[in-house]
Structure formats: structure tokens, C-alpha cells
């Protein structure tokens, strides 16, 4: 008997053995019945047997058993994954009830060979290349799910988040404009004002990163305006923000140009923020615009420690960033690392493009190219 004849004959023995493993997988949720533990795992079977019965050629063989079967959409694999995510299993589990039901059914099968069935080795590449294909289609589904989820509640912790912080920051703007306020009230009230207005910045790079992957970008509105000035503004932020840092600013040429300057204004406040954290302690830090040419070109240049250059193509990764004071900063300008992929993704938007390079001679400095 072949091995896809076997498995439909033996079908409910081997189900029933998933269903015990199954019921030995610990999870957060609540336990499933018989049925729910079963899940797919007899589509999925009988999807097995047909595909053993499939004609293949080398090459489509050979594909399959480096993982590179063309995954389909819709598959009991797939929907398993999805039922398994919501009963509170995890990725590994998952995983594991696909090892659970491999093993069953070899030792099934080679039960009956030993009991003078027919065997072809063939029968068992192929199954093994299906149950690896189920596993594939399996984890992918699992782990697009995960992600997908992820991206939502962000994006709802982020939106819900901002009107509590509007509501302390405009409290505490009130505060300030009081002419009565003794000085250790308008100490306090100043520091409100200032960790709650970072709070807010986090939440949108927060709201930002999530409408990055969950559409086609960071939406850019162009209107006709003069960067310089905006620069300008946002430099006058960061010397309040870090007054121990000296920032000089210069402007050559003219800045004129069709840019989204509230957009263009979170690239400037990020990549000069950097510059001051990341750079040599009271060391000086250079920002410059230069619309001399057809694009318009902003810089900033800070000394101190490089960043190595196996990190530079990760720069603007938001899971791979580099701060040389460890993965996680602390302190007042702590943020959640996604200031360089959102200034990637708002230049990108204008068509520019970011240049980076960085030694320990000439420090760090990075090239926004902005085309008018």
C-alpha cells in the first residue's frame, strides 16, 4: 500500500494522536474541546495524501525540499494557524503538533511495513516534503497574523494616548502663562510641560510607524514654502531642549521649494536630536542647508563615537538601530528608536533619499537630499 492509500486509510487513529498531543500543549486560554483540538489536522492529511499522489518534476521536488514550494493562500495549514493563534497557542507550539504528527504517522506506517507492507523510500521524501510545505504555509500565517495584530494595537494605543496628553500639556501650558506662579510651581509645571510634550512626540513616531506598515507610507502634503526658516525653528527647539549643546546653523542659497514643512520639521528635530545624543559630550554640533542647486540639501555633522560599519546599512531599520549608550536609552529624551526610519520614510515621501558615513576622524554626519 502506498503511503497516501495508508494515511486515508488510518486517518482517525492518527487524528485521534494529534487531538492527545494537542491536549498536552499548556496555554494561557481556555482548554479546547475534541473538536477544536482536532482543528484541521484531517484536511490537512487528505491535502497530504493528495499531494503524494501528485506528479512532480526534479525541479519541483528539489524546490520543496529547500522551502521553496509555492505557498497558496487559504490553505488548512494556514487557517490552522490562525485558529491556533487565537486559542492562545504560541509559534512554538504550533510547530510542535506538526513534529507531533509526522512522527505519528511514520511510526504508523512503519508498523505496517514491518507487518509485511509494501515500502517505497520515495513515499517518505515526499511526505516529508509536505509536511514541511504544511509547516511553512503554517508558521507564515501565524506570524502575519502576529504582526498584523501588533500593527493594529499600536496604532490604537497611539490614537488613544493623545488626547489624555493634549489635555496634561494644554494644563500645563496654562500653568505657565500664570503670572502669579511662585518659582518652584513654574519649575515643576515647566517640566510637565517639557516630558509630556516628549511623550506626545514618541506617540507620533508612534501613529507614524504603524501608518508605515500598514499602508503605502508616511503621507507628505506639499505646499510652496521656505525651509530655512523651518530649520531655523526647529534649532531654536533643540538649543532650549539641550542647553549644554552648542548647535551653529548656517544657510546658503535659497530653500524654496514644494515640501510638507511639518513633516520636513520631525526629519530636522530627529536627525538634530541625534546629532546632540549620540555625539561627543559639549561637543559642537553643525547643521546646514544649502539651496544652492536643484535639490535642496540638509545637513548635520556631530564628532564622538562612529557607528560601525556593519550598522550602517541598518541605520534606518527600526529594529536594528545603534545608539552607542545601549540598546535602550534612558532619561529625559529616551524615545522608542524609530526617529531615523520615519525620517527615512518622510524623505522618501519627497522623492530624496539620506546619505550617512561616519569615522572616528571625521565624526558622523548625515545628507538629506530634498528635489524643489
Known amino acids: 500500500m502506498r503511503l497516501s492509500a495508508f494515511i486515508l486509510a488510518n486517518i482517525e487513529p492518527i487524528v485521534q494522536e494529534w487531538e492527545n498531543f494537542a491536549r498536552t500543549l499548556s496555554t494561557a486560554a481556555s482548554p479546547l474541546d475534541a473538536e477544536n483540538l482536532r482543528d484541521h489536522a484531517e484536511l490537512m492529511l487528505r ?10 518534476s526534479q525541479r519541483q521536488q528539489r524546490d520543496k525540499s529547500r522551502g521553496r514550494g509555492p505557498l497558496q493562500e487559504g490553505t488548512a495549514a494556514q487557517s490552522h494557524a490562525i485558529t491556533r493563534l487565537v486559542a492562545g497557542f504560541t509559534i512554538d507550539q504550533v510547530a510542535a503538533e506538526f513534529r507531533s504528527l ?10 505496517h511495513i514491518q507487518a509485511g507492507g509494501t515500502f517505497d523510500v520515495q513515499d517518505l521524501i515526499r511526505f516529508n516534503e509536505a509536511i514541511d510545505q504544511a509547516l511553512a504555509e503554517s508558521i507564515g500565517s501565524y506570524t502575519t497574523a502576529v504582526q498584523a495584530s501588533r500593527t493594529i494595537f499600536l496604532g490604537i494605543l497611539g490614537h488613544d ?12 501650558d496654562v500653568l505657565l502663562r500664570t503670572d502669579d506662579l511662585g518659582a ?3 519649575k515643576i509645571a515647566s517640566k510637565i510641560y517639557a516630558s509630556v510634550k516628549r511623550a506626545s512626540q514618541i506617540v507620533g513616531d508612534l501613529l507614524d510607524f504603524t ?14 514654502v521656505d525651509l530655512a526658516p523651518v530649520c531655523a525653528r526647529i534649532v531654536d527647539e533643540a538649543r532650549t531642549l539641550y542647553p549644554e549643546a552648542t548647535i551653529v546653523f548656517s544657510v546658503t542659497g535659497s530653500a524654496y521649494g514644494l515640501f510638507d514643512g511639518p513633516r520636513l520639521e520631525q526629519v530636522f528635530s530627529n536627525l538634530i536630536g541625534n546629532a546632540v545624543q549620540h555625539g561627543e559630550h559639549r561637543s ?3 547643521v546646514h542647508m544649502d539651496g544652492g542647486g536643484d535639490d535642496v540639501m540638509f545637513s548635520v555633522h556631530n564628532t564622538g563615537q562612529p557607528i560601525p560599519p556593519e550598522v550602517l546599512p541598518l541605520i534606518f531599520n527600526p529594529m536594528g538601530r545603534y545608539s552607542p549608550h545601549g540598546t535602550v536609552e534612558q532619561g529625559p529624551h529616551a524615545s522608542l528608536g524609530l526617529g531615523l526610519f520615519i525620517a ?8 530624496g533619499h539620506i546619505d550617512v558615513c ?11 537630499h530634498l528635489p524643489r
Open 184 to 186: 518652584r510651581a513654574t
Open 211 to 224: 501608518r508605515s506598515q500598514l499602508g503605502p507610507g508616511i503621507p507628505v502634503t506639499r505646499t510652496r
Open 358 to 368: 561616519s569615522d572616528a576622524d571625521s565624526g558622523t554626519r548625515f545628507l538629506v
Open 47 to 56: 491535502t497530504i495524501a493528495t499531494d503524494l499522489d501528485t506528479e512532480q
Open 284 to 286: 559642537q554640533v553643525t
Open 102 to 111: 509526522r512522527a505519528s504517522v511514520v511510526s504508523h506506517w512503519m508498523a
Open 344 to 351: 527615512a520614510q518622510i524623505v522618501g515621501g519627497h522623492e
Open 161 to 172: 494616548l493623545r488626547a489624555p496628553l493634549s489635555a496634561i500639556l494644554l494644563g500645563a
